[in-house]
């Protein structure tokens, strides 16, 4: 069997989850009896690519945190890191905290909860190759590009990719790229994003369909119906 080399994840989980209309953070909300936040971790410890793991939550919702990672009973280490006001910034604050030592870096947000190992372990794999990487699926929309309620253009599908995460970095560039986001003001909405805009590729990994971003309640209740169909028993 071939040993992959370990590599650290970002989890960025300091959001308010205002879409979902909740009034604490939308990773702490329970799906089939877990909360949102531990199916992520689940899945994430469950690969061996994977050797330390910073989690990035907002100081009052620590306590929370750490009762989630109590139940894991995970022999990785894994650690707490401050957030900041936009998930931009918390990704920041995580790359900063991340060991010395560390040379790649997946970060995978915590409302993407039905990531799967699999997905995980093909992430780590392709860091081996690639400096940037993200895991992302062909759109099956036709996409408009819209202004004022008009339709300006229509890209063509073919190129047309949903990013998703985990997305991958070798550490030394992902932090070249944020520090020069922070000194000319450019936010953006992944970290791919960066690497691009500092001229560096970033490889697509095939994602997968069932990979959702919980965003709002419609989104949890199909992440529940995506659940029950992988284990039919999840609670037994
Ligand atoms: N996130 C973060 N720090 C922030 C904002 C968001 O770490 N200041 C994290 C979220 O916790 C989530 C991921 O980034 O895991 C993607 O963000 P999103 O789905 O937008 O979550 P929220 O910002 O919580 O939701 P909303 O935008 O609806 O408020
Ligand atoms: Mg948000």
Redesign the pocket.
């Known amino acids: 069997m071939i040993s992959v080399p370990t590599c650290e994840l970002l ?10 209309g909740s009034d604490r ?3 702490l909300l329970p799906l089939l009896g877990k909360p949102i936040l531990q199916w992520t971790l689940e899945a994430a410890i469950s690969t061996s690519a994977i050797s330390w793991i910073g989690v ?3 100081p009052y919702d620590f306590p929370a945190f750490r009762e989630i990672f109590a139940k894991l009973n995970s022999e990785k280490i894994i650690i707490l890191i401050q ?5 931009q ?3 920041f604050n995580g790359l900063n905290a991340l060991p010395a030592n560390s040379e790649y870096v997946l970060i995978h ?4 909860c039905l990531a799967t190992p699999d997905l995980f372990t093909r992430c780590a794999e392709a860091l081996q190759t690639y400096l940037g990487l993200i895991a992302a699926i062909q759109v099956k929309d036709t996409i408009k590009v819209v202004n004022d309620g008009i339709v300006q253009s229509t890209p063509d599908r073919n190129y047309l990719w949903a990013a998703q995460t985990p997305q991958g970095f070798a550490v030394k560039e992902l932090k070249q790229a944020h520090f020069q986001a922070q000194t000319l003001n450019w936010a953006v909405t992944d970290d791919a994003a960066l690497f691009e805009k500092i001229g560096l590729p970033v490889q697509i990994v095939m994602g997968e369909e069932t990979n959702l ?3 709002t309640p419609q989104d949890l209740a199909i992440a529940e119906f995506i659940l029950k169909q992988r284990s039919p028993h999840p609670l037994n």
């Open positions: 989890i960025p989980a300091a959001g308010s989850g205002r879409r979902m953070n939308k990773l990035i939550g907002q957030g900041g006001d936009t998930r910034a918390s990704v947000d915590g409302a993407r971003k919980i965003t």
